[in-house]
Each structure stands twice: as C-alpha cells, then as structure tokens.
C-alpha cells in the first residue's frame, strides 16, 4: 500500500503532513536545479556559463541546507515519533519512507553547505570546459578542472566515509549496496562470455551513403517517445552535446539527442535510451499520493535498465523495425529497394569494436563500460594519475576492443559524466543491461504474443507491465528486490548473456 486511507493528513498525522509539505518544498527546488543544468546544457549561450555556474552554486547550497538542516531534521524526527504511536493504514509504508529518508538526509548532512557550493560551480565550469575541449580536441584545456573536481570528490569520499576504498562510497550514491569488489567479480564473468561473442559477431557496412541533416531526422525521431507510450504533452525532444534525459516535474520530461548527419540511426537509438529514462520518470511521477522519498528511482541501475531495455530489447529487435520501417524510409528518403528491411536490422544488430560507447553495439558496450569502471576505480585508489589517463584509456581499449584511439576527442574525453564529477556512474550502465534483459526475458514468458504486438506498432502491453513491476516500486524496495520481485531470481548476467548470444546465433 503506497498512500493509506488516511482522508486528512493535516487533522490526523499533523507532524507527517508538516514534514510532507516542506520535502515538497525542497522536491521543487532540485527541480529548478534540473531546468537551470538542462538550459545550460541545451539553450545558454556560451558567454553566460560563469554566471549560471554562480546560479547553480547558490541554488544547491540552498537545496542542500533546506534538506540537511536541523529544521528539516526535526520534522522528520517529530513525524517518525508520531507514526511510531500512530495505528492508522500504511504505517509500514511510512516507516519505510522514514527510513529512506532519514538515510539519506544524514547522508546529505556530512557534507557541508560551502563544499556543495563550490562543487555545483566548479562542475558547471567544467561542462563548458569540457565542451570546448572535446571540440577543439585539446585535453589540456580540460585537464586542470578535472583535477580540481577529483580532489573535490575525494574529499566527499573522507566526509561521507567508507570501509574499504573510496570508490565504494562513490558507487553508494548511484547502486547502493554495491561495491568496487563485487563489480570486478561480475563485470570479469561477464568480459569472459562477451569476448567469444565478439569474436564469432559479424560487422556489417553502413547501410546509408549522403547526408541526412538534422532537419529530416528530427520528425522521425519525434514520433519515437510516442509511439514507447510518452504522452505527446508531457515531453521535449532537443539536440544537446552529450544526449540525457531529465524530469523537471510531474508532467514535465526533457530528452536529448545528438545528430550525425552521415548516421541518421546514431540519433534514434538515442532517443530510445532517453525516453526509456523519461518513461521511468513518468510511471514514478504517476505513483498516487503527494511528494515522497519513494516516489524516486531504486537506483541508476534500475534507471538504465528502462533506458537499456528499449533501446535494445526493443530497439533492435526486427518487429520494431517492421513497425517503423515505412516511416524511417520516408526520414531518409529512401525506397524499400534502395534500403531493405534485412539490411536495416542486420547492420541495427552488427557487433564491431568502435570508439564510441554511445555508438557502441549492444556487445562491445559492455567492453566499454567495464574499462571506465577499471579507470575510475584506479583513480580513486591513487593508482593512475590524471597525466596518464590518456594512455591508459588507449591502452585498455586496445586490450578490451583492439581498438587504437586516434585523438583524445574520441577517448577519454568522449563522455560528459566526469565533466559533472560523476565517478561510479559507468557501472550502472551494465548493471542496467544485465537488469533490462532479466526483465524482458520474465515479461516475455508471460506474454508471448508481445512480438506481434510490436509489430503492429503496439508497446502498451511491455509498457503496463514495467509500470506495475518496476516503476510503481519506487524507492520503496532495492533494486535486486525489485528485480527478484519481478522475475522469481535474484540479479544475474545469464539472461544478458543468453540474449546477446541469440543475437550472434542470428548472423550465422
């Protein structure tokens, strides 16, 4: 039972109500934060970016003092006191929420106000640095503020804590429970059966030749979050440098993508990824009831595999394409004989080592996750310094993809997560592949007939099921409980594994 039967919060739980209304307060304020960092990142001009770095600063000092002050603390100890005595419906529920929420805001509390402010303003900077780098191709420019934001961060691990190393507490923020040592054993089994994958998968050449701008794209890519089941009213669809997702408010989804204009398919695939974050976003937001700790992903694992699973499971699978093929063709411009819908899904489904991990196929993707986790980890355990991040990324990537990384733009600087400080990320990626295939192997044994409902152009069916199974949990169970609630077995590689082999086993 998410909200009890409990007709006036204000009369009958009078300390849970007051608690209720100022986290409700604090929600709008991280949303407001959200609009500032996805203008930033979309329409800012560039000259404005120091003074939004000022703005942001402020703001999350504000956020983080209205969350982790001893006002707000009080409110939460007066409304854990007065369900405790309280005999009304959902009082689990609400001790739950308790729970979460008191973990987290003296989480939050070690932190202090003048570090949040400082490092909202230096991450803000880093992201125009970032850029500027990234485009110029000149890993000096972003260099010294990378270093200025991993002292930062290392110095968040010292407030925060950990046991054994200060990844673990980096990974806390994004999976909880999970732990530098338990990704190594995992993501090692999971590079052992990805390797032979590799080697047997079949690359297949680029079925598009011209170019195909923005322009011809763009309608194409807007039917997509629609035709998932995102209503028309409740998103937009813009070009950023990096693509993201992000909730502004309850009916309020923001996606991103990036175009390639000699790759029209670079684009779709994601805003598939996006509007799986943003149909996450959506089914939490649809929960009943007022503002809540719950009402919030399990974890960026669990979010990546909405993401991961549309943009795979579904994305790459040929009913997809039987649905959209004449609306693609038409994008391009493109005739049936010119483009032929084998063509299409062989090459949506080649495996070859490339640079890219956002253009990476569903195969090697893994490789590249599995090489910024050992990076980072590596980092953080005062193993690799910053002058030799870039050959070590190029290292790795000749021993995991036998790939050679021509320029830094297309290495360690591709990516925009640790322009925000966002170490331990990465591996919620995998984690959210391994959860996603899990997910749809269950959903599939229970409905059969999904695939020619695809096929029809129908979603509604996978849509309603993660909604009641994933999305309608909120942060109410941990991810490996939401998944073993969903599919009877506890979080494992073997489904991902089964399904990418299916995938091989097609080409031959």
């Given amino acids: 039972m998410w909200e009890s039967e409990v007709q006036n919060w204000e009369k009958e739980l009078p300390k849970f109500h007051s608690y209720r209304k100022e986290f409700e307060r604090i929600s709008h304020l991280r949303n407001i934060l959200g609009l500032l960092h996805w203008d930033m990142e979309v329409t800012l001009p560039n000259a404005g970016q120091t003074e939004r770095g000022e703005q942001i600063g402020l703001l999350s000092g504000m956020t983080h003092d209205a969350f982790a002050g001893e006002s707000f603390r009080a409110l939460i100890e007066e409304a854990i006191e007065e369900n405790a005595g309280s005999e009304l419906p959902g009082k689990e529920a609400r001790t739950r929420e308790m729970e979460i929420l008191t973990k987290d805001r003296n989480r939050a509390a070690t932190l202090p106000t003048q570090w949040v402010e400082k490092f909202s303003r230096i991450a803000s900077r880093s992201h125009s640095v970032w850029i500027e780098a990234r485009r110029k191709n000149e890993s000096d420019l972003f260099l010294p503020v990378l270093s200025d934001l991993i002292e930062l961060v290392f110095q968040k691990t010292d407030y925060l804590g950990y046991e054994t190393e200060p990844y673990d507490c980096l990974l806390e923020e994004y999976e909880p429970g999970a732990t530098a040592a338990s990704l190594e054993i995992l993501f090692e089994d999971l590079r052992k059966s990805l390797v032979p994958l590799v080697a047997k998968a079949k690359d297949f050449p680029p079925p598009f030749r011209g170019a195909f701008p923005e322009s011809s ?89 909405q993401s991961r699973l549309w943009e795979n499971q579904i994305g790459r699978s040929r009913e997809f394409w039987e649905a959209v093929y004449p609306s693609f063709l038409a994008s391009v411009g493109l005739s049936e004989k010119e483009l032929p819908l084998q063509k299409l899904y062989s090459f949506v489904n080649r495996a070859k080592p490339s640079l890219i991990r956002v253009e990476a196929d569903q195969i090697t993707y893994n490789l590249h996750i599995i090489l910024r986790f050992h990076l980072e980890r590596a980092m953080f355990k005062k193993e690799l310094s910053l002058k ?71 979603t509604s069916t996978l849509l309603d099921w993660l909604r009641k199974s994933v999305h309608s949990k909120g942060k109410r169970w941990k991810a490996e409980e939401i998944i073993e609630q969903a599919t009877g077995e506890k979080p494992n590689a073997k489904f991902l594994v089964e399904y990418l082999s299916a995938k091989i086993n097609e080409q031959e």
Avoid at 279 to 302: F, N, T, W
Avoid at 393 to 408: A, F, I, Q, S
């Fill in 388 to 458: 030799d991040l870039s050959h070590s990324w190029n290292t790795g990537m000749k021993e995991l993809l036998n790939v050679d990384v021509p320029d830094d733009s297309r290495g360690y600087l591709q990516d925009v997560h640790w322009s925000g400080g966002a170490f331990g990320y990465f591996p919620t990626y995998t984690l959210g592949n391994i959860y996603g295939a899990q997910l749809y192997a269950s959903f599939l044994s229970k409905h059969p007939e999904f695939p020619s409902d695809l096929k029809a152009g129908k």
């Fill in 217 to 305: 794209q763009l309608p194409f890519n807007l039917k997509l979050p629609e035709l998932l089941g995102l209503p028309k009213d409740c998103f937009r669809l813009d070009s950023s440098a990096h693509p993201f997702s992000t909730s502004i408010g309850t009916f309020d989804k923001r996606i991103t993508t990036r175009y390639d204009e000699t790759d029209p398919l670079s684009s779709v695939f994601s805003v598939l990824h996006e509007t799986g974050h943003a149909l996450y976003e959506a089914g939490i937001s649809s929960i009943p009831g007022a503002y809540s700790p719950l009402k919030d992903s399990a974890s960026l694992g669990i979010h990546e595999s």
